[in-house]
Every structure is written in C-alpha cells, then in structure tokens.
C-alpha cells in the first residue's frame, strides 16, 4: 500500500511539474468552413466561421466537404496553439442560388 501511494505521489508529481498532462476535449460548432490561402504555392488552409469567431483547422479527420452553413465536431490542438482538428461534419447545408 505504501509503494502504491508512493508511486501515485511520484506520478502526480511529474505531471505537475513537467506539465505531461493535457486534456482535449471535442466540442460542436456552428458555422460555415471556408478555404483560407496559406503562404506555400498550392497549398490552403481551413477555418470554421462562427458568430463568435474563427476555428483555425489544421488537421483533418472526417471526410473534407464543404458546407454554406453546418454543424461540425472539433477538437482543440495542443500545438500548434490556437489550432484545432476537424473530426466529423455532423450536418451540411448548401445555399440554393
């Protein structure tokens, strides 16, 4: 029992001190994602624009589509900072012209 709390002590410890611990957690969001250019020839970026800001996208999980207005599933980035990952498009509604 002593070794088992030494142990949990120790863990605890580290974490605090190298701060290894983080936590994400996937939220939804509604709003429209839109192609941002990037500085590198033929490469582009994604953001998601809400009413209360914008989602930098800098990774893809789901299948890429693009959405008027939606519901989507993201996840904050530990790095790059201010970043987050598109897991799911949960709806997608196209404007009719």
Avoid at 15 to 33: K, M, P, R
Avoid at 44 to 49: C, D, S
């Amino acid at each position: 029992m002593k070794k088992t709390l030494t142990t949990l002590t120790f863990c605890l410890l580290c974490t605090a001190l190298f701060n290894v611990s983080h936590a994400s957690t996937a939220f939804e969001v509604q709003g429209s994602l839109e192609v941002v250019k990037v500085d590198q020839p033929g490469d582009f970026g994604l953001k998601i624009v809400t009413e209360e800001g914008e989602l930098n996208i800098s990774e893809l999980q789901a299948k890429f589509s693009f959405c008027d207005r939606g519901i989507y599933l993201v996840v904050n980035n530990y790095y790059p900072e201010d970043s987050y990952t598109l897991l799911d498009i949960i709806d997608c509604q196209l404007d009719e012209d």
